[in-house]
Nanobody
Framework: EVKLLESGGGLVQAGGSLRLSCTAS????????MGWFRQAPGKEREGVSC????????WYVDSVKGRFTMSRDNNKNTLYLQMNSLKPEDTAMYYC??????????????????WGQGTQVTVSS
């Protein structure tokens, strides 16, 4: 059984920083490109970032480029998302999942069906 545990969210003022973590179990972690996704109330899920299996390459949605940095530690089965210069529009529930990056879009891998409970990020203005 695949389990994903996201953590690190919270309430922060605009301009602040947070570091999200996602720890996975029940899968060969280094066998998947992994990504961060977010969903705000009333909005569709958005792919935020995606990292290759080895961690050697990352992709980001334009709105977070230069502010967010994604990394992974395959020895710990853990993803990270360092979020700096946070904006109110970054407010959302953040989830991790297997990802693909096509034509500057970050999507959930087609064969991926496992989700954690997410971690809430709230940025006040």
């Amino acid at each position: 059984e695949v389990k994903l545990l996201e953590s690190g969210g919270g309430l922060v003022q605009a301009g602040g920083s947070l570091r999200l973590s996602c720890t996975a179990s029940g899968l060969r972690f280094d066998g998947h490109a992994m990504g961060w996704f977010r969903q705000a109330p009333g909005k569709e899920r958005e792919g935020v970032s995606c990292i290759t299996r080895s961690g050697g390459r990352t992709w980001y949605v334009d709105s977070v480029k230069g502010r967010f940095t994604m990394s992974r530690d395959n020895n710990k089965n853990t993803l990270y998302l360092q979020m700096n210069s946070l904006k109110p529009e970054d407010t959302a529930m953040y989830y991790c999942a297997a990802c693909i990056s096509i034509a500057n879009m970050i999507e959930v891998a087609s064969d991926w069906h496992d989700w954690g409970q997410g971690t809430q990020v709230t940025v006040s203005s």
